[in-house]
């Protein structure tokens, strides 16, 4: 099989077309690039990939704001993990 490289701008139109396959290599490239703004976008747009994606960082980071917004964009996998980390975690005083 033969490797081809895709351009951005062609996998945006498909995206916007509807296809799922390139709103995840959109989300791909976000992700190696390091673009969280672009990221968030896919995940506003039903990317689940990106949600997936961002999930996986706020988790790593332990960002609980993070998730919850992830959660609320439509990714219910970030709510899940928000649980799990509230339910491990020890609650700090603030004074």
């Not at 995206?15 to 995940?43: F, M, P, Q, Y």
Request: net charge negative.
């Amino acid at each position: 099989m033969e490797n081809t490289n895709i351009d951005r701008e062609t996998l945006r139109e498909l995206a916007d077309e509807g296809n799922e396959t390139a709103l995840d290599r959109l989300a791909d490239l976000a992700d190696k690039a390091d673009d969280l703004e672009e990221l968030s976008e896919l995940l506003d747009e039903g990317s689940l990939h990106a949600g997936f994606l961002l999930t996986r960082r706020a988790v790593a980071a332990q960002d609980l704001r993070e998730l919850q917004r992830i959660s609320d964009a439509g990714y219910d996998e970030a709510g899940g993990e928000l649980e799990r980390l509230l339910k491990a975690s020890t609650v700090e005083h603030r004074g």
